[in-house]
């Protein structure tokens, strides 16, 4: 069990490039999210998913897109990347237990924006 | 609207000592609250996940209480060791029934041998 992977580890983009993340899990989780970790700030809700091929937003989705074509891919899109931008991203997944749902993330994405 | 406040942000004690991490949420609606454990560079680790009817969970030698009518939490760990060095997050539902979670900015614990 890999459990939740993401690619790439690192990235460095140049502003108005585009690129996109990709998050796997093989735990058969409902339940899949996008965070952006910033210092200071904590770990913010970019969009998540309750099943495939559905997606929603969460506290800061502007500037970025995602898609959940397959349960157990989840991906997040950057049309334009700004220096604002430059964050650690991760992917966590759940089984969509209510009262008992624990989330499993990922070891992070590092992308820097110049 | 939910926020979730941590202090302090940074903690050093010796090697053995029994300490407390505090997290504290504005509105007590909540159905769960969690712990997690982030090495640097590293994801989150689930610790210990409370549901609202309960008042605590162990694993361990950490052990977490919720006190909903406070908006409060503790996570208690005992006699800590230098593998302990880590940073602590707590997160909450951002409303009762959904699950979009509000994260803790962490208590940055270091463990000194």
């Known amino acids: 069990n890999a459990g939740v992977t993401q690619t790439p580890k690192f990235r460095v983009l140049k502003t108005g490039q585009s690129m996109t993340l990709l998050c796997a899990q093989d735990?058969?989780?409902?339940?899949m999210y996008w965070y952006r970790q910033d210092p200071g700030m904590g770990l913010r809700l970019i969009h998540y998913?309750?099943?495939?091929?559905?997606?929603a937003k969460g506290e800061v989705p502007d500037g970025y897109n995602v898609s959940r074509l397959k349960k157990q891919n989840f991906l997040l899109g950057l049309e334009s990347a700004a220096p604002s931008q430059t964050s650690v991203y991760f992917c966590?997944?759940?089984?969509?237990?209510?009262?008992?749902?624990?989330?499993?993330f990922g070891p992070g994405t590092r992308l820097t924006v110049l | 609207k939910q926020e979730v406040t941590q202090i302090p942000a940074a903690l050093s004690v010796p090697e053995g000592e029994n300490l407390v991490l505090n997290c504290s949420f504005t509105?007590?609606?909540?159905?769960?609250l969690q712990w997690f454990r982030q090495d640097p560079g590293k994801g989150l680790t689930s610790l210990l996940l409370?549901?609202?009817?309960?008042r605590e969970q162990t694993s361990g030698r950490l052990n977490a209480s919720l006190d909903k009518s406070s908006g409060r939490s503790t996570l208690y760990i005992a006699a800590s060791q230098p593998g302990d060095s880590a940073t602590y997050l707590c997160?909450?539902?951002?409303?009762?029934?959904?699950?979009?979670?509000?994260f803790g900015t962490g208590t940055r614990l270091k463990v000194l041998a």
């Open positions: 997160a909450v539902p951002a409303t009762s029934g959904t699950y979009k979670y509000i």
């Open positions: 509105d007590s609606a909540i159905y769960n």
């Open positions: 966590a997944s759940s089984k969509g237990q209510g009262r008992a749902d624990t989330q499993y």
């Open positions: 409370i549901q609202s009817s309960q």
């Open positions: 998913s309750v099943g495939e091929g559905t997606t």
């Open positions: 735990m058969n989780h409902e339940y």
